[in-house]
């Protein structure tokens, strides 16, 4: 069984490897006042995953520590 995790996890390392490597094309964001941001979309797509992650771990860390008041 520990075989087949480990097999497993190259396997999503892997396409997740190929994922990125496809997606290095520069896109611009662009945000009010005229800023703009160039990044990969790799990037950008890791930043928002990224946080979307942690805001969610954030809100269910308040709502665990609101049951136990």
């Keep these: 069984m520990y075989f087949f995790i480990w097999l497993l996890n190259i396997i999503v390392f892997l396409f ?19 800023f703009e941001w160039q990044a990969p979309l790799i990037v950008v797509l890791l ?15 308040i709502k665990r520590l609101s049951k136990k008041l």
């Design 16 to 34: 997740l490897l190929s994922f990125a490597a496809k997606n290095t094309e520069i896109i611009t964001i662009h945000y009010y006042s005229g």
């Design 47 to 61: 930043a928002f995953f990224a946080s979307g992650i942690i805001l969610g771990y954030f809100f269910c860390l």
